[in-house]
């Protein structure tokens, strides 16, 4: 196959938010750098949250402003309101990546407003954008199949944010597995649904291998003809707001599947597994992806 599968690497943002950890700017720079050297061209670097709730995120500006701007490259500051959302403009990020959740049980936790009210924060965001500039908007439904307060996740309630995501003008929305609990038919059928409510819109994914089904999940969306992954350097990841969630699925275990299956990522697999045991070096731990610990097959003379 010469099908092209773009992988957006989250791990300087999802991946570390969890962490005990706190890094250095500096070492969050290095990361970066070592993320764009492997071939990642599309990366969560920041998210303009409070400090005071996720100290890990601390130092978007400082990180925004050492980053040098680079053509065929895009640095995304994740977006939860409006005040968000200035700062991301003020940072000069490429993207902004704008959350609602699905539910009001983990909207109210993990952001202090209620799904009705993050659909509306994020309308306004776009309508802000298309008046004043900024970065392009896109929109990752958080939950979108399973809450950890409020249960399953209806399909309806879902495409209630879709709709509103294309309404404004939103030319991409990511539905997100935040806990690791969708299974590959369901998420061709969410797949199938959101197609139908955003035919205009393009579709992105991201999944937590919480329960060891993110990458059956991926190769489903493949299937389903998604183009864009969201993947995480050496499994790192999980919420500070999601009771036992863990990592997303790792850069190089996605990158393994798809070459191996003669699709194009962009990627080079052993700077992959070198930057994910780099930084499994700082945290004190093992990397969760597992590629990085069997290593590339077939194996190098």
Known sequence: MSRHI?????????????EKALLEVAQKLDFIARLEAAGARRIETVSFVNPKRVPQMAGAEEISAALPRTDGRSRIGLVLNEKGWDRCVAAGCDEANVVVCATDGFGIRNQGASAAEQTAAMQAIAARQKAEGGPPITVTISVAFGCPFDGEVSEDQVLRIVRAAAEAGVTEIALADTIGVADPWLVRKRVEATREAAPDQRLRMHFHDTRNTGLANAYASVEAGVDVLDASCGGLGGCPFAPDATGNIGTEDL??????????????LPALIATAKWMAGILGKPPAAFVSRAGVFPIPA
């Open 255 to 268: 990158v393994y599947m798809l070459e191996r299956a003669g699709f194009e990522t962009g990627y080079d």
């Open 6 to 18: 773009e992988i957006v690497e989250v791990g300087p943002r999802d991946g570390l938010q969890n």
